[in-house]
T-cell receptor
Framework: RKEVEQDPGPFNVPEGATVAFNCTYSNSASQSFFWYRQDCRKEPKLLMSVYSSGNEDGRFTAQLNRASQYISLLIRDSKLSDSATYLCVVNSGGNMLTFGGGTRLMVKP | EADIYQTPRYLVIGTGKKITLECSQTMGHDKMYWYQQDPGMELHLIHYSYGVNSTEKGDLSSESTVSRIRTEHFPLTLESARPSHTSQYLC??????????FGSGTRLTVV
């Protein structure tokens, strides 16, 4: 079993839709959590950190459920420019981040 | 504006050649990493360093080697390139327990 698991998608949604991605992690000792965005043939870029209390950045909301060991990302009012691969990332200690395989989002006009 | 730089961006090279991919960061990060990623596929950690004179192999077996003589510099070397080394190589750096900052990558093609 992978340490960080994501549905690879693709998620095909129309502009303006709300879409949610989930991610599960296996190490209960994991300490910090992130969502990264990766555009085609580009490097991953930090989208947002994920806090226990949940956090929001504009149209993006991240939630962490430590008891169930899952992380979610909600995107409201999807834009064409949101089309990308979203990587769930977990720090399980030891200064190392573990990347999920990514969920591909395609926003259609 | 990038604070972590990779050169070259693109490299096409013949089989058997020795190559060095450069990675430098200006953020003073103690930790640096090399990942390999094929198009549409997952990131695979091939090397990492927690500081000067510290290097470790990652999860994916790689024929490459790395060095960390200066905090800001973490080059990756392939002694004898093969077509199977064709991939994108991404360098990243971080502070402890913080997210990574990635360079723009080097897209390597071995012919």
């Amino acid at each position: 079993r992978k340490e960080v698991e994501q549905d690879p998608g693709p998620f095909n949604v129309p502009e303006g839709a709300t879409v949610a991605f989930n991610c599960t992690y296996s190490n209960s000792a994991s300490q910090s959590f992130f969502w990264y965005r990766q555009d085609c043939r580009k490097e991953p870029k930090l989208l947002m950190s994920v806090y226990s209390s949940g956090n929001e950045d504009g149209r993006f909301t991240a939630q962490l459920n430590r008891a169930s060991q899952y992380i979610s990302l909600l995107i409201r009012d999807s834009k064409l420019s949101d089309s990308a691969t979203y990587l769930c990332v977990v720090n399980s200690g030891g200064n190392m981040l573990t990347f999920g395989g990514g969920t591909r989002l395609m926003v259609k006009p | 504006e990038a604070d972590i730089y990779q050169t070259p961006r693109y490299l096409v090279i013949g089989t058997g050649k020795k190559i060095t991919l450069e990675c430098s960061q200006t953020m003073g990060h103690d930790k640096m990493y090399w990942y390999q990623q094929d198009p549409g596929m997952e990131l695979h950690l091939i090397h990492y360093s927690y500081g000067v004179n510290s290097t470790e192999k990652g999860d994916l077996s790689s024929e490459s080697t790395v060095s960390r003589i200066r905090t800001e510099h973490f080059p990756l070397t392939l002694e004898s390139a093969r077509p199977s080394h064709t991939s994108q190589y991404l360098c990243a750096s971080s502070w402890t327990n913080y997210g990574y900052t990635f360079g723009s990558g080097t897209r390597l093609t071995v012919v």
